[in-house]
């Protein structure tokens, strides 16, 4: 991956994903489902429905571009299977790498990293019980604002999960001397660390 760190091709980065698909009955590339999905989300797709309507738009451009032969547009179902056998976390660590090989001072160093958890849009749905309480998905997310990427990135449902445990989990796959973490207050009640009391100054 060492090699790929500094080139402007995405493609390359989406080439070394293992294909999770079974050969048998595949008509589309792993390659151009992934380019497709990734810049019709860019242009505002939300659902399997909005990427198949804007790969109708744009299958000739993609065709001419990646010199293939596509006389019809991937469908909804064609994107839901292809994000249903896919490794996603390995395709946002090569989507991170990619991110961060773009950045033109490659030895900028950054000393602050923020959360932002959200909501996403249409996630929500009610719990079994009594309390008829909602359930989301959400997503958090570590920025880097000296470099303007995020460097690190989950999500979770509601129901099963706190933010509060994401952000733990994204904190622990990091180097983290010298860095200042800055979260919501949520993050401080209860404890977010198990550790004895310290005078050393906290912030959040």
């Not at 991110?99 to 929500?124: P, S, V, Y």
């Amino acid at each position: 991956m060492a090699a790929l760190s500094n080139s402007p091709d995405l493609s390359a980065f989406l080439q070394a994903l293992p294909e999770g698909r079974h050969r048998r009955g595949v008509r589309y590339s792993q390659l151009l489902l992934l380019l497709i999905a990734i810049l019709g989300i860019l242009n505002g797709c939300r659902s399997a429905r909005d990427l198949e309507r804007f790969a109708k738009r744009h299958h000739q451009a993609f065709a001419a571009a990646l010199d293939l032969e596509l006389p019809k547009a991937p469908c909804d179902s064609t994107f839901l299977y292809l994000f249903e056998r896919m490794d996603l976390g390995q395709l946002f660590r090569l989507l991170r790498e990619w991110m961060l090989g773009q950045i033109a001072d490659q030895n900028k160093d950054f000393d602050q990293l923020i959360c932002d958890g959200k909501t996403l849009r249409g996630t929500a749905a009610q719990l079994d019980g009594a309390d008829g309480a909602t359930r989301f998905v959400t997503q958090v997310t570590l920025y880097a604002r000296e470099l303007g990427v995020a460097i690190a990135q989950t999500s979770f449902d509601t129901g099963d999960f706190h933010e509060r445990a994401a952000l733990k989990a994204l904190l622990g796959t990091l180097e983290l001397d010298g860095l200042l973490i800055q979260a919501d207050a949520l993050h401080t009640s209860p404890a977010f660390f198990n550790s004895p009391p310290s005078r050393a100054p906290t912030c959040c």
